[in-house]
């Protein structure tokens, strides 16, 4: 047995726990670079603290999923305004953007000098500029992984910046900034959250240590998820959703992923379709077709019992069976409210297109049997 497992340098968990930030931030420097969601206004709080501290900060607002030229702008714009941290305040996105920014900071470059499956795939050889990750949803636990995923308008696909040297020095996870959410966002970030949790369980990577970690936050999420969405101001639900997004993250960092991130990365990069909802709607049928391709060409395959674990966890039933866990997920994701593909474009005609670059991906290679291109097309025509 051999596997690695990285994380952020500290990770800061608990309600009321924002303060923090700017102290820990004042200790890497005098000027930070805050990148923030639409509503700049969520980060006042965040702004007076640093400022307190003595702090100059420089805003960037990132209004949706970060692209190439969003990134290189940002680094651009950070090393003009001589920032010596970062600090991340909003959703995936945002954290994503901050984390590209600072690592090219440091390397210096642009991203499709470093971005895989599109870009010459250098690496990064520099620690990144020291980066403050604060999320305000529970869903991507982007605040403790190493790639930040960027959209390449170009190429319509998103793809990962990845090195172990853009891990945040710090991550601070305060439940109360997710209270906030609407129902909508907690659905897909918290399905989001359990798709990350479920992916590295299933996946060929997995290990002891992130098997330990989505084990807890599949059964945080199992309990609390639909809760929160029905109740935002539920403060314990909150809490466990934001332990489950950070648990994920932990996961997903150390194991892969598998075929609805693969998935989700070409058709996030296509059309106008929001990660986690891509995710949610996705996950049933692939937990469907996985267990089903196994059990027709890989009887024996070790994962295939997990699936079983899962269905378990998430049913609190010792009797579930994968077929049980399935069930649940559809039944979550109906009660979710979420919606199918077709209402952001996706059409039958596009599948082609999807499959070829979906089986291209690297969340794919974490896939606990390889699907063909026949299955895949099938999971589309469900998710449509």
Same mark, same amino acid.
């Given at each position: 047995?051999?596997?690695?497992?990285?994380?952020?340098?500290?990770?800061?968990?608990?309600? *009321?726990?924002?303060?923090?930030?700017?102290?820990?931030?004042?200790?890497?420097?005098?000027?930070?670079?805050?990148?923030?969601?639409?509503? $700049?206004?969520?980060?006042?709080?965040?702004?007076?603290? &640093?400022?307190?501290?003595?702090?100059?900060? $420089?805003?960037?607002?990132?209004?949706?999923?970060? $692209?190439?030229?969003?990134?290189?702008? *940002?680094?651009?714009?950070?090393?003009?305004?001589?920032?010596?941290?970062?600090?991340?305040?909003?959703?995936?996105?945002? =954290?994503?953007?901050?984390?590209?920014?600072?690592?090219?900071?440091?390397?210096?470059?642009? /991203?499709? !000098?470093?971005?895989?499956? =599109?870009? +010459?795939? #250098?690496?990064?050889?520099?620690?990144?500029? /020291?980066? =403050?990750?604060?999320?305000?949803?529970?869903?991507?636990?982007?605040?403790?992984?190493? @790639?930040?995923?960027?959209?390449?308008?170009?190429?319509?696909? #998103?793809?990962?910046?990845?090195?172990?040297?853009?891990?945040?020095?710090?991550?601070?996870?305060?439940?109360?900034?997710?209270?906030?959410? /609407?129902?909508?966002?907690?659905?897909?970030?918290?399905?989001?959250?359990?798709?990350? &949790?479920?992916?590295?369980?299933?996946? =060929?990577?997995?290990?002891?240590?992130?098997?330990?970690?989505?084990? +807890?936050?599949?059964?945080?999420?199992?309990?609390? &998820?639909?809760?929160?969405?029905?109740?935002?101001? !539920?403060?314990?639900?909150?809490? %466990?959703?934001?332990?489950?997004?950070?648990?994920?993250?932990?996961?997903?960092? @150390?194991? #892969?992923?598998?075929?609805?991130?693969?998935?989700?990365?070409?058709?996030?990069?296509?059309?106008?379709?929001?990660?986690?909802?891509?995710?949610?709607?996705?996950?049933?049928?692939?937990?469907?077709?996985?267990? #089903?391709?196994? +059990?027709?060409?890989?009887? !024996?395959?070790?994962?295939?019992?997990?699936?079983?674990?899962?269905?378990?966890?998430?049913?609190?039933?010792?009797?579930?069976?994968?077929?049980?866990?399935?069930?649940?997920?559809?039944? &979550?994701?109906?009660?979710?409210?979420?919606?199918?593909?077709?209402?952001?474009?996706?059409?039958?005609? %596009?599948?082609?297109?999807?499959?070829?670059?979906?089986?291209?991906?690297?969340?794919?290679?974490? @896939?606990?049997?390889?699907?063909? %291109?026949?299955?895949?097309?099938?999971?589309? %025509?469900?998710?449509?």
């Amino acid at each position: 047995m051999r596997f690695e497992f990285a994380t952020a340098t500290r990770i800061i968990f608990g309600s *009321g726990t924002l303060p923090e930030a700017a102290p820990l931030a004042a200790s890497f420097g005098t000027r930070a670079f805050v990148v923030t969601g639409h509503d $700049t206004k969520r980060a006042a709080a965040l702004l007076e603290y &640093l400022s307190a501290e003595g702090m100059k900060a $420089t805003v960037l607002r990132v209004t949706g999923e970060p $692209t190439t030229s969003v990134a290189f702008e *940002g680094a651009k714009k950070a090393k003009e305004a001589r920032s010596d941290v970062v600090i991340s305040f909003g959703g995936g996105s945002v =954290i994503d953007a901050g984390k590209a920014i600072a690592a090219l900071m440091t390397n210096g470059g642009e /991203p499709l !000098d470093y971005l895989e499956v =599109i870009g +010459q795939g #250098k690496p990064i050889t520099k620690q990144s500029a /020291p980066f =403050i990750a604060i999320p305000t949803t529970a869903g991507t636990g982007a605040e403790v992984t190493r @790639n930040a995923v960027l959209a390449s308008m170009e190429h319509k696909v #998103k793809v990962s910046l990845r090195s172990p040297l853009m891990l945040p020095r710090v991550a601070i996870v305060d439940p109360e900034l997710t209270h906030s959410m /609407p129902p909508a966002v907690t659905a897909s970030t918290g399905l989001d959250a359990l798709t990350q &949790l479920m992916e590295p369980y299933v996946s =060929i990577q997995a290990n002891p240590l992130t098997d330990a970690i989505s084990h +807890q936050g599949l059964a945080r999420a199992g309990r609390s &998820l639909r809760r929160a969405y029905e109740d935002g101001t !539920d403060v314990s639900a909150r809490e %466990d959703m934001a332990l489950a997004s950070l648990m994920g993250g932990l996961a997903l960092a @150390n194991a #892969k992923l598998g075929a609805v991130h693969g998935f989700a990365g070409v058709i996030g990069g296509m059309y106008p379709a929001p990660h986690g909802v891509i995710c949610a709607r996705l996950l049933p049928f692939v937990m469907e077709t996985n267990v #089903k391709a196994m +059990q027709s060409r890989a009887e !024996d395959s070790p994962f295939l019992p997990r699936y079983a674990d899962v269905a378990q966890i998430l049913t609190g039933d010792a009797e579930a069976t994968p077929a049980d866990g399935v069930d649940w997920v559809q039944t &979550l994701c109906s009660q979710l409210e979420i919606p199918g593909l077709s209402e952001f474009g996706v059409k039958k005609t %596009d599948f082609l297109t999807i499959v070829s670059k979906t089986q291209n991906s690297s969340s794919m290679k974490g @896939n606990p049997i390889k699907l063909t %291109d026949d299955e895949l097309s099938q999971i589309l %025509d469900q998710a449509i």
